[in-house]
């Protein structure tokens, strides 16, 4: 495998696939580990990854389901049960950096494991909170260790695969959180009503202790960063050539998700209210729009490493207007249905190609540091689009969120246009010689 592969180059031109060259300031050693340079592709580790960040999204977003019987038993109101998704979110912005920074010389392996163990902590003491505030503690522990786990499991895949696979890898790596959506976060809503909320966060705390095991026996252990002379694992540049595009997918990822969860937040009573569902009929219309995303992420992965550009900014463009046509007409069903499902798609290919995209790009000491500041810019969106969402539902009605939705992911979409060009720019204005 080429050296390219090992280092991480700045992102190709979008008009050519010549890789331009940098110098660090310090000498390293290129490290070629077993697994970036087999010939066989590693699926057994890419599907432990993949189950590693099933149960987490799950655990996520279990709240969300379970509203009322959370509110109920904790005597509190189900939107004080909602900010709990939003205290997630904001410990995993907080903490994500910080926390990656501080364990950047720690094994990968090692790193995993101590995370997901922190999980089983914040997971049994959510089981068994006697109050409101407990509970709230249990998911501040939790989204610490979110933030974390992304920071390492984001970039993990690609330390296993040469550069030419990051595409694949990542998608098999980020289906799990799809899959959360379709199977787990329904199925971890179905026990919590048949036996108590309690026993759905416990369920997941034995479930990731399973899977610890499976870490220990099948997860390879990688090396994750260029080592100098010295053997000591080099500390991220601030002058790391890859740094702009980083700091562009970044906001790309912010706008793009505000404007899908502005939408996606509150798309219960926009099902129930502009497209005229019963209320039966939301669950079946969740399970679809989970589907779709499922063939979004096939995609993602069979030509993400073939179009990383491209590919983000046309599934971009297809969420855009599949709000739009839900806004337009959302009472007509042969319209709004197909619109429905296409949305759910394209949206399912977004964080699988940004993930790809950011591991593509970002040199070898700037993945991981990478990886965090997309959990960071993905969790920003998550709370400012519920935010906006719900001002927006209190003050203008459900009917008005398709349309705000797309006005930001379009935003997404011309700031992804107009950064890549800027880039194109740059890389050919450095590349001239003095």
């Not at 190709?12 to 940098?22: E, G, Q, S, Y």
């Not at 149960?55 to 939107?79: K, N, R």
């Not at 379009?410 to 246009?417: K, R």
């Amino acid at each position: 495998m080429q050296d390219a592969a090992l280092h991480g180059h700045p992102e190709d031109n979008w008009f050519t696939t010549t890789p331009r060259r940098f110098k660090l300031r310090t000498e390293y050693v290129p490290v070629r580990t077993p697994e970036a340079t087999a010939d066989t592709f590693p699926w057994v580790g890419l599907f432990v990854l993949s189950l590693l960040v099933f149960t987490t999204v799950t655990s996520e977003f279990l709240p969300t389901g379970l509203l009322p019987e959370m509110a109920a038993d904790l005597g509190v109101t189900q939107s004080q049960i909602g900010l709990l998704i939003t205290l997630f979110a904001a410990s995993v912005v907080l903490t994500a950096a910080p926390l990656t920074l501080l364990t950047h010389r720690f094994s990968r392996k090692s790193l995993v494991i101590t995370v997901m163990l922190v999980f089983v902590l914040g997971n049994v003491l959510a089981a068994v909170a006697p109050n409101f505030a407990v509970l709230a503690v249990a998911r501040v522990i939790g989204g610490c260790a979110h933030g974390l786990f992304w920071a390492v499991v984001g970039a993990y895949s690609t330390h296993l695969v040469p550069k030419h696979r990051i595409g694949r890898a990542v998608a098999i790596t980020s289906g799990g959180g799809t899959a959360a959506f379709v199977l787990g976060v329904p199925l971890g809503t179905a026990l919590g009503q048949a036996v108590g909320w309690r026993v759905a966060f416990g369920v997941i705390a034995a479930a990731i202790v399973l899977l610890i095991v499976l870490v220990l026996r099948f997860l390879p252990p990688v090396e994750h960063g260029e080592r100098l002379a010295t053997g000591e694992i080099a500390l991220p540049l601030r002058k790391d050539p890859t740094i702009p595009t980083i700091l562009l997918l970044c906001v790309i990822a912010i706008v793009a998700i505000t404007g899908q969860n502005l939408l996606a937040t509150y798309v219960a009573p926009v099902l129930r209210g502009p497209m005229g569902f019963e209320a039966s009929a939301v669950a079946g219309m969740l399970f679809l729009y989970g589907g779709a995303g499922v063939i979004g992420i096939v995609a993602a992965g069979l030509g993400g490493d073939r179009w990383p550009r491209a590919g983000l900014i046309v599934s971009l463009a297809l969420v855009v207007m599949a709000q739009v046509v839900l806004g337009v007409a959302p009472e007509n069903r042969w319209i709004a249905i197909p619109a429905f499902v296409v949305w759910g798609a394209a949206f399912g290919a977004v964080p699988a190609m940004l993930n790809a995209r950011m591991m593509r790009t970002a040199s070898l000491r700037m993945r991981d540091i990478a990886s965090a500041y997309v959990s960071t810019s993905f969790n920003l969106g998550i709370g400012l689009g519920a935010l906006i969402g719900a001002i927006a539902l209190d003050r203008l009605g459900a009917g008005v969120l398709p349309f705000g939705a797309a006005l930001l992911v379009a935003l997404g979409v011309v700031v992804a246009v107009l950064g890549d060009l800027w880039l194109t720019r740059r890389s050919a204005l450095r590349a001239q010689p003095a």
